[in-house]
């Protein structure tokens, strides 16, 4: 077992896919001999050759209503599209296809595709390649949307999606791509789909986010350690569907929430989790919950885009706020 | 069994890679102003390109598209298009941008990450660049719907890569503007590679320029490395749309002699003897060589262009490096007309005054 980015665990759990399950192709943009423009699909070509891994030409409907007529036929195709900017071509066959083939066809037919894409902000890219538009898919019903936030999870996270019966959009935060690295067993075990993952336990408030923004909670988690706040910290780990028992039995614990998200807030993931506690867990709750988000704006070109991101001091404020109720 | 189409893509060359004319020259190719405009136009376009590409190195700006070999391109069609023509840019066409008003500065800007690269008041309504393959064509042909319905004599010009063209969005463009005899002229950049893959594996028609007869609009291809060639050609495509006589799809042959971009590692996918073998090509010294030998072109001429191109592109590149970022509220300042209010305080919590 080595240390190995998420990006190389990425990498590693398409290969483990590919090996074991013949049924399995990979499709893209650059995907083959370039090994995908972050390298997640690096060798793959070499060692599946290109009847397996398919580098198509520029067109990401295409590539979407390809992998679903892939995957209506029995194969369990993953296809890469560049950057989750380039995805909303893609969404047409998504929302009106993969999220509904198998209830169209009471069950004859299904669905099982992975659309992988990288997506969010803070590696200074250019216009169009830094957006988090998770909710749009999180919206769509027939689909489940996954979003690892380390090596660990990325690679458990995504063999469970390949293994998954119906059509995923795994977004990958491609901040977390090179960040950190993690002892990652090749053992093909697979993580649940439908469960948060509880990084921190802690009694005072409870954060839950997911992606890129786990590494902002966390550190946010630990200064309020050591100022003696107790923070829970739960990586929401599958979009959709969410796993409200875990986020409401901690809220139940804490009385507090602070949600924090690189999306715009409106209509976002966040808002759907402070519904449903709204819902079914407001009599636990001893303040207001809270959303630290992007801002309703289209997210600035990357000069301003920290400026955008929620910050460790916007989730701290955030934080104090609620803490302050009594 | 009805016969519907058959049909010849013709490929029009008037400078062969040595300079040396191909045979019969258009006007223009004695025309002395013209041919140093386009030539000081390549040479500003590749001394930019050098140095933004450093400037990328050094952390200036961001990831950058060179257009290192396809300079004729955006020559071509910068020069090409008149002041009230309307450019559809994509992001590598830098040259055409020049010549339609955008500054260093502005461009520096814009891969610098921010906004007001695009905003410069100087460039009209041009469209701002295209990240998003593809997805401008259809705006330039709304664009030029709206200049026919307002029975304006404008021109609009779409530019896109060879990657491009397999998306829908091209074709639905160009079969629309078929359609509704629109004056819209869009020109194929085929710089035979879409970051690593190759033409051959975007579309197994020959030419890109047939890729017109489904839409029922005439296709030319034309040696993009050949400025002279781009210059006519669109040209001709531009008038011809102008007069009511519809839209053209032009393919101009060049070759991509740099990385994708910056962030892109060409020999990973690329061998160095293919790229060697289209050195050859080079629309610069073509151009140069064919105006050495009109006699219209020297070596102190040519010493004087390089430093002045260098002198301007300094004083652009200080203008950038001096510019102060943004104020973060800006993200709120040109959202809408008017600010909803729920945003109103938004902007005010950004600017911690909530
Ligand atoms: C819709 C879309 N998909 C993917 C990308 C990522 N991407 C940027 S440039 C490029 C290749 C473009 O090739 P081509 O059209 O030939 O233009 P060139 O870069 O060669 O000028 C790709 C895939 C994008 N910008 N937009
Ligand atoms: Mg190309």
């Keep these: 077992m080595s240390d190995i980015t998420m990006i190389e665990a990425v990498n590693l759990a398409l290969h483990h896919g590919m090996e074991h399950d013949p049924a399995m192709v990979i499709l893209g943009e650059d995907i083959g001999i370039n090994g995908g423009v972050f390298r997640a699909t690096v060798d793959l070509l070499g060692r599946f050759g290109p009847e397996r891994v398919l580098d198509t030409p520029l067109a990401e409907n295409m590539i979407a209503g390809v992998a679903v007529g892939m995957a209506a036929q029995g194969l369990h195709p993953v296809a890469e599209i560049q950057f989750m900017g380039f995805i909303y071509p893609a969404l047409d066959q998504m929302v009106s296809h993969a999220g509904r083939l198998r209830n169209r066809t009471r069950g004859r037919l299904s669905c099982p595709m992975v659309l992988r894409a990288p997506y969010g902000g803070g590696i200074h890219a250019p216009e169009h390649h830094s957006e988090s538009t998770e909710a749009l898919f999180a919206h769509i019903p027939g689909l489940r949307v996954v979003i690892p936030s380390s090596p660990t999870r990325a690679y458990g996270l995504l063999l469970a999606s390949i293994r998954n019966p119906d059509p995923v959009i795994f977004l990958e935060p491609k901040r977390v791509y090179r960040l950190m690295k993690q002892g990652v067993k090749d053992n093909g075990e697979a993580l649940p789909l439908d469960t948060c993952f509880v990084l921190r336990p802690g009694s005072d408030i409870t954060l839950v986010s997911w992606g890129a923004m786990m590494h902002e909670t966390q550190l946010a988690a630990e200064q309020l350690a050591s100022e003696g706040v107790d923070a829970e910290v739960i990586d929401l780990a599958t979009i959709k569907p969410i796993d409200m028992e875990t986020i409401l039995e901690s809220v139940g614990r804490t009385g507090r929430c602070v949600i924090i998200q690189e999306a715009a807030s409106t209509c976002s993931v966040g808002s759907e989790i402070a519904a449903r506690l709204a819902e079914e867990g407001l009599m636990s709750l001893f303040a207001p919950i809270r959303r630290v988000s992007g801002y309703d704006t289209v997210m600035p070109m990357f000069r301003n885009e920290k400026h955008y991101m929620p910050s460790t001091e916007r989730i701290l404020q955030a934080v104090k706020e609620t803490l302050e109720y009594a | ?354």
């Excluded at chain 2, 990240?131 to 064509?137: F, R």
């Excluded at chain 2, 319905?149 to 990657?163: F, S």
């Excluded at chain 2, 032009?250 to 070759?255: K, L, N």
């Design chain 2, 1 to 354: 069994m009805i016969k519907t189409t058959s049909f010849e893509i013709a490929y029009h060359q008037f400078l062969q890679p040595n300079g040396e004319p191909s045979g019969g020259l258009p006007p223009l190719a004695r025309d002395t102003d013209t041919l140093h405009a386009l030539y000081h136009n390549m040479v500003f376009t590749r001394l930019y390109d050098e140095r933004a590409v450093n400037m990328q190195r050094t952390g200036q700006i961001g990831t950058f598209a060179s257009s290192l070999g396809q300079e004729a391109i955006g020559a071509g069609v910068g020069h090409a298009m008149q002041p009230d023509d309307i450019i559809a840019p994509s992001f590598r066409e830098s040259g055409a941008l020049f010549f339609r008003g955008f500054r260093v500065r502005d461009l520096l800007l814009y891969w610098g990450g921010d906004e007001r690269g695009m905003s410069n008041p100087d460039v009209g309504d041009d469209f701002p660049i295209c990240v998003p393959i593809s997805t401008h064509c259809t705006h330039a042909a709304g664009a030029a719907f709206a200049v026919k319905y307002r029975n304006e004599p404008r021109v609009v010009v779409c530019l896109i890569g060879d990657g491009g063209t397999s998306k829908g969005d091209f074709y639905e463009a160009i079969n629309l503007a078929g359609v509704w005899n629109l004056p819209l002229v869009v020109v194929i950049n085929n710089n035979q590679w879409a970051i690593s893959v190759p033409r051959s594996m975007q579309t197994k028609t020959e030419t890109l320029a047939q890729k017109a007869i489904a839409a029922g609009i005439p296709g030319i291809q034309i040696d993009g490395n050949d400025p002279i060639a781009v210059r006519h050609h669109v040209a001709e495509a531009i008038e011809n749309a102008r007069h009511g006589n519809g839209p053209t799809l032009i393919e101009a042959i060049s070759y991509r002699l740099c990385h994708h971009t910056t962030a892109d590692d060409a020999t990973r996918y690329r061998s160095d003897k293919e790229l060697e073998a289209h050195r050859q090509y080079d629309p610069v010294p073509r151009l140069r060589t064919y105006m050495t030998q009109q006699g219209i072109w020297s070596e102190e001429q040519e010493t004087q262009l390089q430093t002045d191109c260098k002198t301007a592109i300094e004083q652009e590149v200080q203008h950038y490096l001096a510019s102060e970022p943004q104020p973060p509220e800006s993200m709120f300042d040109s959202l809408y007309a008017t600010l909803p209010g729920e945003l109103e305080s938004q902007r005010r919590s950004l600017m911690g005054k909530e």
